[in-house]
């Protein structure tokens, strides 16, 4: 089977921004996941992939531990990181776009 096509920066940028601010995400149960000082490293249980988060991408992946709302979601970074808080919102957005479409995550009910 082909693997996907990798979602280039603009393209995770728009289907970041398409998602609605009361979609609720949260971790695929298809990944097996370790901290390993202090950042997540996933293997897909399906493809066997290999993810590696950095800080951020990791403070992102705790937070879908339970389903949360896309909106709630930017917030908490926004409050968590210094910086620009529509950069932060958009980066979080592109971020989860990465992971639906890698099955790392889903949205929920």
Same mark, same amino acid.
């Given at each position: &089977?082909?693997? +996907?096509?990798? @979602?280039?920066?603009?393209?995770?940028?728009?289907?970041?921004?398409? #998602?609605?601010?009361?979609?609720?995400? *949260?971790?695929?149960?298809?990944?097996?996941?370790?901290?390993? %000082?202090?950042?997540?490293?996933?293997?897909?249980?399906?493809?066997?992939?290999?993810?590696?988060?950095? +800080?951020?991408?990791?403070?992102?992946?705790?937070?879908?531990?339970? +389903?949360?709302?896309? %909106?709630? #979601?930017?917030?908490? &970074?926004?409050?968590?990181?210094?910086?620009?808080?529509?950069?932060?919102? @958009?980066?979080?957005?592109?971020? *989860?776009?990465?992971?639906?479409?890698?099955? #790392?995550?889903?949205?929920?009910?």
């Amino acid at each position: &089977m082909a693997e +996907p096509e990798a @979602l280039d920066a603009g393209a995770l940028a728009a289907a970041g921004a398409a #998602l609605a601010d009361d979609a609720r995400v *949260v971790q695929s149960s298809d990944v097996i996941g370790a901290e390993v %000082d202090g950042e997540i490293v996933l293997i897909g249980v399906e493809t066997g992939r290999y993810h590696g988060f950095d +800080p951020v991408g990791s403070a992102i992946w705790r937070a879908l531990e339970t +389903p949360i709302r896309i %909106d709630d #979601l930017c917030a908490r &970074m926004v409050a968590h990181f210094a910086g620009d808080a529509a950069t932060i919102a @958009l980066e979080t957005r592109a971020f *989860v776009a990465r992971l639906l479409s890698r099955d #790392l995550a889903k949205t929920a009910e």
